[in-house]
């Protein structure tokens, strides 16, 4: 089985372009989330969305973040404009909620974002 | 508001057995992950704790007391490939909906296996 795929792998981009980072979650999932992850705060929540619906954004770092999901199989996370604080490895991850299941969170391999 | 800590780095040797600590002080509590993660990569689930008590898997096993806000990762025989960094994590629910949750992830903590 395919797991969950990100794209780009790495992005090197200047500081106040757009950036856009892609996931597809595993097939038949329910749930996917974006995380961000750097050394000094560790893995953080940004935004998780259920069956394609926004659930919960208040891990969105400002307005200069947005995330859609249109269909079941591809959410992306938008940067615009970029900073250099936004230098980060971005994780999406997808689950399957199943009553009783243990729920985990199986992650796609980031994305490593370089803002200069 | 969610507090999960963990040491930051710990080192053992071989073969030998390792204990990570994790507690965690949270507004509500739906179970407790740990991850794996080795360094450059994604985290990869390790285990589940909902109830009190001790889970099992291979080498490695995880305790949850509930009432305490407490929860460890036991590994067994360390092996080189270990060398990784354990995350701990809590699920809670959210008031944002029926049935919305979050997981809250500590910043980890860096196991070095050394010969």
């Known amino acids: 089985d395919a797991g969950v795929i990100q794209s780009p792998r790495h992005e090197v981009t200047e500081m106040g372009q757009e950036v856009t980072l892609r996931c597809k979650p595993i097939?038949?999932?329910?749930?996917l989330f974006w995380y961000r992850q750097t050394m000094m705060r560790g893995l953080e929540l940004l935004i998780y969305?259920?069956?394609?619906?926004?659930?919960?954004d208040s891990g969105m770092p400002e307005d200069r973040f947005s995330a859609k999901m249109p269909n079941a199989s591809f959410s992306t996370l938008k940067i615009q404009p970029s900073e250099p604080r936004d230098s980060a490895v971005y994780f999406c991850?997808?689950?399957?909620?199943?009553?009783?299941?243990?729920?985990?969170?199986?992650f796609g391999p980031g994305t490593r974002l370089t803002v200069t | 508001g969610q507090n999960i800590d963990q040491p930051t780095e710990m080192t053992a040797t071989e073969g030998a057995i390792v204990q990570i600590n994790c507690t965690y002080q949270?507004?509500?509590?739906?179970?407790l992950f740990w991850y794996q993660q080795h360094a450059g990569e994604a985290p990869t689930f390790l285990s589940y704790?909902?109830?009190?008590g001790l889970e099992e898997k291979g080498r490695f096993s995880s305790f949850l007391s509930r009432s305490k806000g407490y929860s460890y990762l036991l590994l067994k025989e360390l092996q080189m490939k270990d060398s990784a960094s354990y995350l701990c994590?809590?699920?809670?629910?959210?008031?944002?909906?029926?049935?919305?949750?979050?997981?809250?992830f500590g910043k980890g903590t860096k196991l070095s296996v050394i010969p």
């Open positions: 991850a997808s689950s399957l909620e199943v009553a009783g299941g243990a729920y985990e969170q199986y």
């Open positions: 969305f259920n069956n394609n619906v926004p659930i919960d």
């Open positions: 097939s038949g999932h329910d749930y």
């Open positions: 994590a809590v699920r809670e629910p959210r008031d944002s909906g029926a049935g919305s949750y979050q997981l809250t």
């Open positions: 949270t507004s509500g509590f739906n179970g």
């Open positions: 704790n909902v109830l009190d």
